[in-house]
């Protein structure tokens, strides 16, 4: 017996095990409840008490080997293991996050926010989902006024009308409704209108609104006011031109140019060939939507304009297809700069 000791010692002193399975397969046939082990000391019981003495401390000891051997390797390779774990090297640098950009269209609504606030207008909002009141009736559309079929609207419920606000309108009411002269506020917003979408026309798009109520405002201040904005929008050599023009709302009412700051005049693609491009709707409000919500014509006065955020936006960036704002290209989107 002492001599299988010994050789099993041998064995396990010169055993080094490559990976967890030759691990496994030494504590197997050392240590395990069946293995050589345990099997001597099973027949060490059976010894007589004289030589259960010299075999006794020998067996221990192999016993002690193969254990701390184990125990050894058992670290060694978990040691391994954990070194295929992704190394922290500190002082690698940072891997940057990707920074999106701003859309192109945001980017233009805060540059016409950022103009009107400096002439001390707020900024208002309202719902997109809204009652014939508000985006009709209040703005002076006559029941069967056929600009109602004009505007092409999508229709949630009928009577009582719910739609999808078809311009930023509404908010002028909902606005006026709730707060008294002196008013002065845009309203940035999207819209929605029953179109076949192509490269000019879309089913939603977005507004700007402007309203502006008070004692004495004039049309001359509309006209300022909106020659100011051509100019912070486009540059100064920028000019602008009053069309006449109906809304419900407004009388009187005026499409306005800007000259196409592309050409300067000499006629191109963007003006087609006209020198002048348009961007808003615009006129004076309409005495009965001043009585619709309850201010009096008489005492007060004001101007109103809608402008097209894609229109201005295209004209700014050259962009010669609505359908770019929707959909969402990363190769288009990444172009613009994330900050004003
Ligand atoms: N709401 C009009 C449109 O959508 C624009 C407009 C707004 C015109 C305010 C006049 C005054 O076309």
Redesign the pocket.
Known sequence: MLEQIKSLQKEIASTLPANAGELEAFRLRFLSRKGLIPTLFDNLKLLAPAEKKDIGRPLNELKQLAESRLKEWTEALGAVKDNTQAPVDLTLPVIPDAIGTMHPLNLTRYRIIEIFERLGFNVADGPEIEDDWHNFSALNFPENHPAREMQDTFFVSRNPDVLLR????NV?IRLMEKQRPPIRAIMPGR?YRNEAISARAHCFFH?V??LYVDTNVSFADLKQTLYHFAKEMFGSETKIRLRPSF?P??EP?AEIDISCFICHGKGCNICKQTGWVEI????MVHPNVLRHVGIDPEAFTGF???MGIERVTMLRYGIDDLRLFSENDVRFLKQFKPVL
Do not use: L, M, N, P
Not at 166 to 169: D, L
Not at 280 to 283: E, P, W
């Open positions: 078809t311009h930023t309108s002028q819209v507004q609104e402007g809304f709302f407004t009412s808003a709707g615009s006129g109103a304009f809608g």
